[in-house]
């Protein structure tokens, strides 16, 4: 996002970002409240139809109340690139500022946040076919060594095939050490880790309450199982629970535990963000976001 999509040089950027069950969400909606804003999800997989309980995409009535970008954009199985993310996120943003509102980008996938944040110059690194199809071939552990050899940096999730071939296709352009857009903040919620495991279990237990399984069964039934290389955390886990191979207690062990290695993945990626201004309680962070926005 070059500097030239900033409508004028007063149009901020909010970024709100923080691991899985941080808080993040609720908190963007009070801060889309307060300044007029319009929120664009970061997040790769509430972008995916049909998969809104077990990736806790927002609500109808959230996104009723505070209209929502990024959200419900691609089929559930569909792949989606960062390039893709950031060209349509752009998109949101300059649409949103020209209409005088304020653009917040929320998330916790740190690869879509930083496209932005820093403005990677991803469209020069159009992805090869060829080159691709070969390394779809390898192995984890051949496509880490690939990675390692170039010196590039590992992905978010350095165990997903298709992260490690998209830093090899765009040649390590994710680095951390550029720029920030200009008018650009980026504001973290990171409560301790007792709260984020708290935090974590209470979610999964409203899921399953709010009817997670049947959705998965839904969505099998239209699309079929779901690949192994989906992100969703939740979903593989579930059919297993649906075939019989795990029980409700295994299944739910497995989700809370999974989710929990996301969030120590996520904390991994954004600590070496120096821009981020962190805050271990929503209260905290409306403050000072409250005096870069003041009312």
């Known amino acids: 996002m070059s500097q030239s999509v900033i409508k004028n040089q007063s149009s901020k950027i909010i970024f709100i970002v923080g691991p899985t069950a941080s808080g993040k969400s609720s908190l963007a909606m009070e801060v889309a409240r307060r300044h007029n804003g319009e929120i664009i999800c970061a ?25 929502h970008h990024m959200v419900d954009v691609i089929e559930p199985y569909a792949d989606f690139s960062v390039t893709q993310f950031q060209a349509m996120a752009k998109k949101h943003i300059v649409d949103i500022q020209n209409r005088d509102k304020l653009p917040i980008v929320v998330g916790g996938t740190g690869l879509y946040i930083d496209s932005l944040f820093f403005d990677y110059d991803l469209d ?17 552990t051949e496509l880490q060594a690939l990675v390692k050899s170039n010196n590039f940096e590992l992905p978010e999730n350095s165990e997903n095939p298709r992260h490690l071939i998209g830093v090899l296709l765009r040649k390590n352009s994710n680095k951390k050490n550029e720029v920030p857009i ?5 504001f973290g ?20 309450s709010q009817g997670f399984v049947d959705e998965v069964r839904d969505v099998i039934d239209k699309h079929g199982e779901p690949p192994s290389r989906l992100d969703a955390i939740g979903y593989p886990i579930a059919l297993e629970y649906i075939k019989d191979v795990i029980t409700f207690d295994e299944m739910r062990e497995l989700f809370t535990r999974g989710d929990w290695q996301y969030v120590r993945r996520q904390k991994s990626w954004f600590k070496r963000n120096e821009h981020i201004e962190w805050s271990t309680t929503s209260d905290e962070m409306i403050k000072k976001i409250e005096q870069v926005l003041p009312s």
């Open 43 to 67: 997040d790769s997989q509430t972008l995916r139809k049909e998969l809104d309980i077990g990736t806790a995409k927002p609500s109808k009535k959230d996104q009723m109340e505070i209209p």
């Open 189 to 208: 919620l990171l409560p301790s880790d007792d709260e984020l495991k708290r935090k974590i279990a209470s979610r999964a237990d409203s899921m399953f």
């Open 182 to 186: 200009k008018n650009a903040r980026m």
């Open 124 to 140: 020069s690194h159009a992805e090869n076919n060829e080159y691709k199809k070969t390394l779809q071939k390898k192995t984890v």
